[in-house]
């Protein structure tokens, strides 16, 4: 009986599933349409003091959850680490979709979305943006060229993904050098905002701050997405795998972390922090349940190489990086100019679409195509 009851659920749930979905992209749609045509004022609660709301920080919280893609691509092609030769398609699956998404979200949030192909044409070469702009538009070809490889595979096209995979070193390279430059890039931005920005978070080591911290927050986000392919396909994490990747994020985890207290040291913002409760506040919400937790986590071995255990640091890292950016973005602001913000409805349909639209193109993806090819040839 309980087999046969469960059939229907499984109906039902998928339904609801269903349903769901279709209803964000409508309200999504909707508000697209509003937000194209009625301008970014009329559909967002942006100002010269919050000059960046949602979008920028869901964008650059997923250019840094992407991140995974050339770490792993990295380690596998150019130090040649077989061990994660197995998921590093899914690395670059995830980070080809997030750096599309990134595409769209970006394009929302120009003041003229027609104008979104300027810096192809106009470049300021004094502008970090050019050169973000830049690494992330030849880093998503990049991409593109890699995730080529299991997609002329699933269509049979093996010549071509012969020839395809006689590059993988040469791509690794430049993925890993494009990712490195626009991580860093995007920290080179704030730069200009020090006179806006509360002083807890502005540092001449932002470059090197948004990048230590992009690379937890995409082994995390991997991680939690190598977890949900578990159910969607014929895969599941070896003992081994889960040891490697634990120790890997355990090592990026303890470095960013070096590089935050040193940035504080240096600067003298111990001090600051104690003299500001709100501030500190918010920096505690990203570094204690986002960093220092995760790290004490993954230090104990019982800890480290469980699967659950694994997957609580993997998503507390993830939840560090989402509030790495969102203090970087909307937070210092917010506390340096005492103005306030909350986003639309709009910002927030857009946004939850966007999202959905990631999930469902990764699922679809790593079902159709050889994304874990090492353990479809297994079972073969």
Not at 339 to 351: D, L, V
Request: charged share 10%; aromatic share 12%.
């Amino acid at each position: 009986m309980a087999n046969n009851n469960s059939k229907p659920l499984t109906r039902i749930s998928t339904a609801a599933i269903g349903l769901a979905v279709l209803a964000i992209f409508a309200v999504g749609l909707y508000a697209t349409w509003l937000r194209f045509s009625r301008g970014l004022g009329a559909t967002t609660h942006l100002s010269d003091s919050v000059p960046w709301g949602l979008w920028i920080w869901f964008t650059l919280t997923r250019v840094g959850l992407s991140a995974g893609g050339f770490i792993l691509a990295a380690v596998v092609y150019l130090f040649h680490y077989e061990r994660f030769h197995s998921i590093v398609r899914a690395a670059v699956l995830t980070a080809f979709v997030g750096y599309s998404l990134v595409a769209v979200e970006l394009i929302y949030d120009l003041g003229l979305p027609l104008h979104f192909w300027h810096p192809l044409i106009y470049w300021n070469i004094h502008s970090a943006m050019l050169e973000t702009a830049w690494c992330i538009g030849t880093y998503v070809a990049v991409l593109g060229m890699e995730m080529a490889i299991p997609f002329t595979e699933g269509v049979g096209w093996k010549k071509i993904a012969d020839r395809l995979k006689g590059l993988v070193v040469l791509l690794a390279l430049l993925g890993a050098v494009l990712s490195t430059l626009h991580q860093s890039s995007i920290g080179t931005i704030f730069l200009i905002a020090s006179e806006k920005m509360s002083p807890i978070w502005y540092s001449s080591w932002m470059p090197l701050i948004f990048l230590a911290s992009a690379l937890p927050g995409g082994l995390g986000f991997l991680v939690m997405e190598l977890f949900m392919a578990e159910k969607f396909v014929h895969w599941r994490f070896s003992p081994e795998l889960v040891k490697a990747l634990a120790k890997l994020l355990l090592g990026t985890l303890a470095a960013y972390l070096i590089i935050l207290c040193a940035d504080f040291t240096r600067l003298g913002k111990w001090t600051l922090l104690a003299n500001d409760p709100q501030a500190a506040f918010w920096l505690g919400l990203e570094t204690i349940p986002g960093v220092i937790l995760p790290i004490v986590l993954l230090a104990i071995p019982a800890v480290r190489n469980s699967r659950i255990g694994f997957r609580i640091a993997a998503v507390l890292a993830v939840l560090g990086l989402f509030m790495n950016r969102l203090n970087f973005t909307i937070v210092g602001f917010l506390l340096q100019s005492h103005a306030r913000y909350f986003p639309t409805w709009q910002e927030i349909s857009i946004t939850f679409m966007i999202l959905t639209l990631g999930v469902i193109i990764f699922i679809v993806a790593a079902k159709i195509l050889p994304i874990f090819p090492a353990e479809h040839e297994h079972e073969a």
